[in-house]
């Protein structure tokens, strides 16, 4: 027998810490070789680490939260083996969770700063005898079989005392989801309990560590750093809708169906051209603008785990479909984890949109370092006067920010005011 220290280990890149987001394992527990033991999240991305060797877990070094440096004690474990094995010779396997790497997060009503996209943070519980090693009329169920889910949806499922084992995920692999959670919750097997309204007192306390913390850190720098300068504009889409189904009804079976995004894409992409200061990053520190000539466009996208911004690069560069179908391409890899570095980085300017829960306006906050945000607002159908007469039209609002230091109202002013005469009159889009 011999006890085996695992070290946290160097992921490359320059990282010099990471923090501890989920322990998997706890004190006790029986843990595999290549078995999945932990996540931490670093600057650059949230990580799996696994297990180099077998044993019974004998301490974990550092709470959901806690920040621990490369070289730093991870765990220990008691082996089989006579000899202690040596950090250096083994090594920890890292496998990438998901390789999104934001500076900053960005929020629909407050959209914050490209950050590193992580898994929702999980406040850390002791691993139960039927988390561990579970009996249910599914079968036996070892460390080694645990249901393939996002941290989150381990934690909504303890809360409810539901055995995810239980569960058939629908998922790829077999993931299981929030939703395959909430059909299990509301299901068949739910129908026989009666509510009853009783007075509640209890309370929890959340730490606020992971993506949270990294969100909480960016809005409060945006607000804290940039004067925020917000213009909320009234459009009327009428032609643009008219020519969006119009296109859509000619297009291809396999082609990807036009939003309204698209079209406010290539309107930005167009009138940037005439405002690059709003097309810009500005370092408060070093007191320079760096305007860019190319137009990233970072798109708020909401997933299970939280809300991420993938970027679609060199939107400039791109017509209508090439808009539509990069749009669909990284928020799916967002949605499903499976987007690169690249694809979540370099944003120059960010559109936030909350669909049909838009409201009528908002007051986002800057992506920094960028200095302009794009707000998006619901579409409704309302009576408004058109040349003396009283007729109905779609209409819709932008609520936009900038950043008051680098971008005059007055600029603000006719930069969105080209935007809407491109979405109001869309053929002039293609001229």
């Known amino acids: 027998m011999g006890n085996y220290v695992m070290k946290m280990p160097d992921v490359g890149e320059g990282v010099v810490e990471a923090e501890v987001v989920e322990w998997l394992v706890q004190p006790g527990d029986m843990v595999s070789e290549d078995q999945h033991i932990v996540d931490v999240m670093t600057e650059k991305a949230t990580m799996e680490i696994t297990s180099p060797v077998s044993g019974t877990v004998v301490t974990v070094?550092?709470?959901?939260?806690?920040?621990?440096?490369?070289?730093?004690?991870?765990?220990?474990?008691?082996?089989?083996?006579?000899?202690?094995?040596?950090?250096?010779?083994?090594g920890a396997e890292l496998i990438e969770l998901q390789t999104e790497a934001e500076e900053v997060l960005s929020d629909h009503e407050v959209a914050t700063s490209q950050a590193i996209q992580v898994a929702a943070p999980v406040k850390p519980k002791p691993v139960t005898e039927t988390e561990t090693v579970t009996e249910s009329a599914a079968g036996l169920c070892t460390a080694d079989q645990r249901p393939l889910?996002?941290?989150?949806?381990?934690?909504?499922?303890?809360?409810?005392?539901?055995?995810?084992?239980?569960?058939t995920g629908t998922g790829r692999n077999g993931r299981i989801s929030h939703a395959d959670l909430d059909g299990y919750i509301t299901g068949p097997q739910a129908a026989d309990s009666s509510p009853v309204a009783v007075k509640q007192s209890g309370t929890r306390e959340v730490k606020v560590i992971g993506l949270r913390r990294a969100i909480a850190q960016k809005v409060a720098l945006s607000k804290r750093s940039i004067p925020h300068f917000s213009y909320v504009e009234?459009?009327?889409?009428?032609?643009l809708d008219s020519l969006r189904r119009h296109?859509?009804?000619?297009r291809a079976e396999l082609q990807v169906k036009l939003t309204y995004l698209p079209f406010l894409m290539?309107?930005?992409?167009?009138?940037?051209?005439?405002?690059?200061?709003?097309?810009?990053?500005?370092?408060?520190?070093?007191?320079v603008v760096t305007q860019y000539d190319a137009v990233h466009l970072g798109i708020a996208t909401q997933t299970d785990m939280g809300l991420k911004v993938p970027v679609v690069k060199h939107a400039e560069a791109l017509d209508l479909d090439g808009?539509?179908?990069?749009?669909?391409?990284?928020?799916?890899g967002a949605r499903n984890s499976t987007s690169s570095a690249d694809e979540m980085t370099g944003s120059t300017i960010t559109i936030t949109s909350l669909g049909a829960l838009g409201g009528l306006a908002s007051t986002p906050v800057i992506n920094h370092p960028e200095v302009a945000i794009i707000g998006v607002n619901k579409m409704v159908q309302r009576?408004?006067?058109?040349?003396?007469?009283?007729?109905p039209r779609l209409m819709m609002?932008?609520?936009?920010?900038?950043?008051?230091?680098?971008?005059?109202?007055?600029?603000?002013?006719?930069?969105?005011?080209?935007?809407?005469?491109?979405?109001?009159h869309p053929a002039t889009m293609f001229m």
Do not use: W
């Open 234 to 239: 009234e459009l009327d889409l009428t032609e």
């Open 397 to 424: 609002n932008l609520s936009c920010s900038f950043d008051h230091r680098v971008v005059d109202g007055y600029d603000a002013a006719q930069m969105i005011q080209a935007l809407k005469g491109l979405l109001e």
């Open 323 to 332: 808009l539509a179908e990069r749009l669909v391409g990284v928020s799916e």
């Open 266 to 287: 290539l309107a930005l992409t167009r009138v940037l051209k005439d405002f690059p200061q709003c097309n810009a990053h500005f370092d408060d520190a070093a007191g």
């Open 61 to 90: 070094y550092g709470e959901p939260g806690d920040v621990v440096a490369v070289g730093a004690e991870l765990i220990e474990l008691q082996t089989e083996a006579e000899e202690v094995v040596s950090d250096d010779v083994v």
């Open 149 to 167: 889910t996002s941290p989150s949806v381990r934690r909504r499922a303890r809360e409810a005392n539901v055995d995810l084992i239980q569960l």
């Open 383 to 391: 009576a408004v006067v058109l040349n003396g007469q009283i007729v």
């Open 247 to 250: 296109l859509n009804g000619q």
